[in-house]
């Protein structure tokens, strides 16, 4: 069973920094990518960023240039760096793994850590 478990949260005032982590729990073949979604009250939830086994990175247009992911694959953990914070960033953030299943792909998420940030 997949189990990812997020750190990292907290209150900011805008322009600050964080630093969010998200360890993924067992052997886990196929993995094709890790990320993180955030949820804004009222909002749908959305992609912030991935990164693939190959080191690819994809981010969001509102975050390109303030944050950056990396991982550790041998640990199974996934980054989010957080910079210039602004208080539209203000969200639950959830960690994703995304795992080849034949021919599918499989989400798997963690419970959500709550990121606020202060004008």
């Known amino acids: 069973q997949v189990q990812l478990v997020e750190s990292g949260g907290g209150l900011v005032q805008a322009g600050g920094s964080l630093r969010l982590s998200c360890a993924a729990s067992?052997?886990?073949?196929?993995?094709?990518?890790m990320g993180w979604y955030r949820q804004a009250p009222g909002k749908q939830r959305e992609l912030v960023g991935d990164i693939t086994t190959g080191g690819s990175t994809n981010y969001a247009d509102s975050v390109k240039g303030r944050f950056t992911i990396s991982r550790d694959s041998a640990k199974n953990t996934v980054y989010l760096q957080m910079n210039s914070l602004k208080p539209e960033d203000t969200a639950v953030y959830y960690c994703n793994l995304k795992r080849k299943i034949i021919a599918s792909l499989v989400n798997y998420w963690g419970q959500g850590t709550q990121v606020t940030v202060s004008s």
């Open positions: 067992g052997f886990i073949p196929n993995i094709n990518a």
